[in-house]
């Protein structure tokens, strides 16, 4: 579980760190311009470890599961190379997904139906999915913690609705963050980059 932990660390630093020295240096610069190619490299960026975390999450969900529901078994299930299985598919699977896109499909200035079809299978692939997923095994824990002690019932409460909360929360402004771009709603951009902002805080404050 803990290295899970630390995987989660690390990918919400890198997240942070896609986006932070970008724009301290557009704060401190008359000018804000980047290149073609740096935005490519850092929507890339930025997106692949989004992605990576809503699947990391995913990946602690499904570890909490089987070490309450199953935890004869869990070793024999979370065995070493599962793990680094796990730990890569959530990794890899978003980079792939990008790559893909990048290469088959040119960036444009406009937002195309090819884009946004694009985006949509994303958001349901590495967001949807893993949030229900989520809620799913969480909720499959508190069955079972209910059905136990009061002291059980609640560690398992301080231990799962915080984090339910929190992921809602983060779930419901990426969500409304891709809708918002899609639909080119005329907001004003101080809004835009808050909820942006936002997406990057509260991972870290999290963890």
Known sequence: MYIFIAALLINSLLLSSSVYPLLLVDFLS?????SYSAYLFQFDIFYSLLSSEFL???VMAYDRYV???KPLQYPVIMRKTTLCILLLLAWLLPVCQMAVATGFTK?????STMHTIHDMIMLVN????PVLFI???????L???YQSSREVRKKAAQTCLPHLIILINFSCLCTYSVIIVRLESHIRKIVKISKHLKRLFYPAKIN
Do not use: M
């Open 107 to 111: 960036l444009q200035c406009v937002i």
């Open 67 to 69: 070490s309450i529901y």
């Open 135 to 141: 809620l799913f095994t969480y909720t499959r824990i």
């Open 56 to 58: 990391l999450l995913a």
């Open 126 to 129: 590495f967001a949807l999915l």
């Open 30 to 34: 008359k000018k804000q311009i980047i």
């Open 143 to 145: 069955i079972i913690s």
